[in-house]
């Protein structure tokens, strides 16, 4: 499956953006897709993580209770909603997917390690200025 992510954009602290990224290919449905970030000077971070099916969503610690990711397997798109932007949140921000790997839609600690995804976006750039 390839990847290609869009929206990102300059907002300021407190504000909203949504991120997308949309996948060619079949069988997208049978993919987990993850977002990851890196900021200038910092190592490539877990941002977040949804199950084939939506039926699970997991997320960093820093964004938990202002992302919300989301996916819509009819347009083969999955979506993340950032509200409360921070200037930490500034960075290149990159989709990726993983083949599922049980019949059951669940994630597990797997999905928030990058070396686990095969399939990777080119990163859309979000820079939240204070």
């Known amino acids: 499956v390839q990847l290609q992510a869009s929206g990102g954009g300059l907002v300021q602290t407190g504000g909203s953006l949504s991120v997308s990224c949309a996948a060619s290919?079949?069988?997208?449905?049978?993919?987990?897709v993850g977002w990851f970030r890196q900021a200038p000077g910092r190592e490539r971070e877990f941002v977040a993580a949804i199950s084939w099916s939506a039926g699970d969503t997991r997320y960093a610690d820093s964004v938990k209770g202002r992302f919300t990711f989301s996916r819509d397997n009819a347009k083969n798109t999955v979506f993340l909603h950032m509200n409360s932007l921070k200037p930490e949140d500034t960075a290149l921000y990159y989709c990726?997917?993983?083949?599922?790997?049980?019949?059951?839609?669940?994630?597990?600690?797997?999905?928030?390690?990058?070396?686990?995804?095969?399939?990777w976006g080119q990163g859309t750039l979000v820079t939240v200025s204070s």
């Open positions: 290919g079949r069988s997208f449905s049978s993919y987990n």
């Open positions: 990726a997917a993983a083949l599922r790997r049980t019949p059951q839609d669940m994630l597990s600690l797997w999905s928030a390690r990058d070396y686990e995804y095969t399939s």
